[in-house]
Nanobody, 115 residues
Framework: QVQLVESGGGLVQPGGSLRLSCAAS????????MGWYRQAPGKQRELVAG???????NYADSVKGRFTISRDNAKNTVYLQMNSLKPEDTAVYYC?????????WGQGTQVTVSS
């Protein structure tokens, strides 16, 4: 069982930045593909960004050029740097770890973009 703990959410003004962190309990963290998802009220959970065990990244079209996912395998942590935030980025952000058929989720962290 992999435990994931997100942090770094909060309230930010439009145009601002936040960095989310997700710390994993798994000692073999480096073999997991990691991702950040988000869910806004009344909407389905959607993939925001993913990073493979080899470091390949992918992004939702809505965040390309604004968000950056990265990982530090020595710290068992994945990050999501979010710049130029918009009100429509407001959601609960979840960290996800994936290995073959295994899926693990964090508890989520709220990001609110508002003036």
């Amino acid at each position: 069982q992999v435990q994931l703990v997100e942090s770094g959410g909060g309230l930010v003004q439009p145009g601002g930045s936040l960095r989310l962190s997700c710390a994993a309990s798994e000692t073999n963290f480096s073999i997991y593909a990691m991702g950040w998802y988000r869910q806004a009220p009344g909407k389905q959970r959607e993939l925001v960004a993913g990073i493979s065990s080899g470091g390949n990244t992918n992004y939702a079209d809505s965040v390309k050029g604004r968000f950056t996912i990265s990982r530090d395998n020595a710290k068992n942590t994945v990050y999501l740097q979010m710049n130029s935030l918009k009100p429509e980025d407001t959601a609960v952000y979840y960290c996800n770890a994936k290995l073959r058929l295994l899926r693990y989720w964090g508890q989520g962290t709220q990001v609110t973009v508002s003036s």
